[in-house]
């Protein structure tokens, strides 16, 4: 009895019991700095209702597995080129991609997503890639940063179209971070086009090949 009436009184002192509630959203860009503050989405049960689950898997699923290749790539490229001119280029890119594969990470805790079972053949296709187009060169580098950088983007836009075309307010977070990993894909590929990507030898038949083989990884990456 002396126990009870000690729980009672304890839960009395706490007060009524309150449902835990997310945090607020993103507002505006977030920093994607180590040190810095990063976007959190809640992993309960509300995070998971009435949405589109297929859908969100295979987002989620292939943008994770391209962030992790782009890793990839630029590790093979910093190998390289690590100590040239364009080191410290290639190394801020590389450091923005481990953050979006960071976030990726934590999206797929938050909405139970599996990974893709390529992962392990994608770490050694993507190092070989950045490796070798780096092997070519400044300009080689640069022009297969073009390549994937230009098919990620498009790709996250074609992804923001599904999202929007379901319901905007319901992904209203995940939009936002996939908006904000489009714009710096973009700034990427305009960062390689800057640094004479175009001038790369046979330029076209290789930007064409890198990007086949994006779109196969894609393909592959969403439903394996």
């Known amino acids: 009895m002396e126990v009870a009436a000690a729980a009672r009184a304890a839960r009395r002192s706490l007060g009524p019991a309150r449902a835990l509630r997310c945090g607020p959203g993103l507002r505006g860009r977030w920093p994607l700095s180590a040190g810095g503050a990063s976007l959190r989405l809640c992993s309960t049960r509300a995070t998971l ?5 297929p859908l969100v898997d295979r987002i989620i699923r292939v943008d994770h597995a391209g962030e992790y290749g782009a890793n990839r790539i630029y590790a093979g490229q910093m190998a390289v080129l690590g100590r040239s001119s364009v080191g410290p280029i290639i190394q801020q890119m590389w450091n923005q991609e481990k953050d979006h594969l960071k976030k990726f990470s ?5 909405y139970r997503v599996r990974p ?3 992962l392990p053949f994608w770490n050694v296709a993507g190092f070989v890639l950045g490796a070798g187009s780096a092997l070519l060169g400044k300009k080689g580098a640069m022009a297969c940063t073009v390549a994937v950088e230009e098919s990620i983007s498009d790709h996250y836009n074609s992804q923001i179209r599904s999202l929007m075309e379901d319901d905007p307010e319901k992904y ?7 908006k904000q990993f489009r714009d710096d894909e973009r700034e990427h590929h305009d ?16 930007k064409t090949a890198i990007q086949l083989g994006c779109k196969a990884a894609i393909f592959l990456s969403e439903r394996i």
């Open 49 to 53: 209702e009435g949405i589109n689950k």
């Open 106 to 110: 934590d999206l797929m805790v938050s």
């Open 116 to 118: 893709t079972v390529l």
């Open 172 to 178: 209203k977070e995940l939009l936002q971070v996939i």
């Open 191 to 206: 960062i390689g086009l800057e640094h004479d990507a175009e001038a790369a030898p046979a330029y076209s038949v290789l």
